[in-house]
């Protein structure tokens, strides 16, 4: 078998990156051909997300790929739920909005008698966010630009309509607006129906995997990649995507995508749509091979992100090396905050929320930078055990290991510390699964891999990767998820 490179195009929340993979037998090498930032920009009606500057930093990527030759296709993968309107005309509708807008607040009261948060759970399984595709769209139809849309494209598969000219809906992506059959696989006609939406306005779905066009003439001239270079339909859903990548070698697993957010669950053949898995909010989006990603969202790196964006404004520029070895020698569990609050989801200032939630809940709020790095990140490890047992136990698995991937897995103390609360072992990285699942859709599609199975052996047997066994005494992470009362009771679970 031979070797191919690939090009990947990863969006994240904070910053856009295009990478390139070599693939061949028993070799899967990462290059970062460009990376820039991804600043939402805030308009009088709201916060949008900067698509042409993403797009023109997605181009100079391609272009400095092509500077080294040419790609046997390239991939696109973003984060889930937005999406921008075309016009009859294949014409963009104004910017897309940002999912942390605060339009979405509340957007599940607009939802009509009889479709409501339990019927759309009992046909998407997606767990309830504020900002799911369709609470978006019941805001969006009270707009003007409203009447003239003829296309939903997300976030993704924008772009690579806009390289290539084809349209599609991505399936991993798809499952994510709130709109998708959890159990056919399908739009689902119905609650699209019931919420009086209008069918066309969605795409044919389709599989990662399946040719998505050619690069159109222009792209090519400006890129410099030969005209018929192919895009090939990945995972684009970046969570799909790092999933696909995890490198696990035994049946029984669990996984933590960390990044912005921390995406905790179980890969599963089949949807869990029952009540009890409603009211733990945990969702059904679908992976690669028609897997089932069951997990759900956690604040994750965000809190850090934005405490760090405070602390820099206010004049105090404190790298992250520096942050993290004064958490490290801050004192333990001095105090615990639930990550989900609804309270730190918006942009804003982290440090005085983090406040405000412990003097809420009886406790002191720290003293020091290090202090809340602190806080944050033994409470992401506990709100990442409370997630994963729920998750083994809604779903009658019982996970030997956790894979930790994405940028998260890089910081030490988080890994560490998710294993000393789950009292499971840690396996962490690789820190660029995103990048490593859009390289490896796009090499099995060409041959270069066998199946997911295939995919992830070739990722564990190339990644350095690090292992952390459980240390220290359990019963002092009990007693501090006792303070904010979300003790999840294992007893219950036999
Ligand atoms: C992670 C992610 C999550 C999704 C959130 C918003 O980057 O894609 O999976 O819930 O962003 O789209």
């Known amino acids: 078998a031979g070797e191919a490179v690939f090009a990947a195009v990863d969006l994240g929340a904070t910053s856009g990156r295009v990478i390139t993979g070599r693939v061949g037998p028993g070799k899967l090498e990462l290059a970062e051909a460009h990376r820039f930032a991804n600043t939402p920009v805030r308009l009088p009606d709201g916060l949008r997300w900067d698509v042409l500057a993403l797009y023109q930093g997605m181009l100079d990527g391609l272009r400095e790929v092509g500077r080294t030759g040419p790609v046997a296709s390239i991939g696109v993968d973003t984060w889930a739920v937005d999406y ?131 690069l159109l003439p222009h792209v090519a001239e400006y890129t410099g990649l030969p005209g018929g270079t192919p895009v090939t339909t990945v995972a684009s859903h970046d969570t799909a995507s790092a999933v696909a990548a995890v490198p696990a070698t035994e049946a029984d697993f669990a996984y933590i995508s960390c990044g912005t957010w921390s995406l905790a669950g179980l890969e599963l053949d089949g949807p869990v749509l029952s009540e009890e898995s409603r ?78 939630y412990l003097l809420r809940t009886g406790q002191t709020p720290p003293r020091t930078p290090g202090g809340y790095v602190r806080c944050v990140l033994e409470s992401l490890a506990l709100a990442h055990r409370r997630t994963l047992r729920r998750a083994a136990e809604l779903a009658g698995r ?5 894979h930790l991937v994405g940028g998260g897995s890089r910081n030490e103390l988080l890994c560490q510390w998710t294993a000393d609360a789950s009292g499971l072992p840690v396996t962490a990285g690789p820190a660029e699964a995103t990048a490593l699942g859009n390289i490896l859709l796009q090499a099995r599609a060409h041959g270069l891999v066998d199946d997911l199975s295939g995919m992830r052996r070739l990722v564990a047997g190339t990644q350095d990767l690090r292992h952390y066994e459980p240390r220290g005494n359990r019963r002092d992470w009990d007693r501090a998820e006792d303070r904010i009362g979300l003790r999840h009771d294992q007893a219950a679970a036999g």
């Open 279 to 356: 009211a733990a909010n945990f969702t059904n989006e679908r992976g690669v091979d028609g897997t089932i990603r069951y997990l759900r969202n956690i604040m994750g790196m965000w809190l850090l992100e934005e405490c760090r964006r405070v602390w820099e404004r206010a004049g105090a520029p404190l790298g992250l090396g520096g942050l993290l070895a004064d958490a490290a020698g801050s004192r333990p569990f001095a105090a615990v905050i639930d990550p989900d609050d609804a309270s730190f989801l918006a942009p804003g200032d982290m440090p005085a929320r983090i406040d405000a």
């Open 84 to 214: 921008g309107l075309l016009d009859g005309d294949g014409a963009l509708l104004g910017l897309p909005f940002h999912y942390r807008d605060a339009r979405n607040s509340g957007a599940a009261e607009r939802l009509p008698d009889g479709c409501g948060v339990r019927e759309l759970y009992a046909v998407s399984g997606l767990q309830h966010l504020p900002f799911n595709t369709v609470f978006q769209l019941l805001a969006h139809r009270t707009t003007a630009q409203w009447e003239a849309a003829r296309t939903l494209l997300l976030m993704p598969d924008l772009l690579v309509h806009w390289l290539t000219g084809s349209v599609g809906a991505e399936i991993t992506n798809a499952s994510t607006t709130g709109l998708f059959d959890a159990r056919s696989g399908d739009w689902s006609d119905a609650l699209i129906g019931r919420l009086g939406l209008e069918r066309a306005l969605f795409p044919p779905l389709r599989e990662p995997g399946a040719p998505a066009g050619t």
């Open 398 to 402: 019982d996970p030997v290991r956790i």
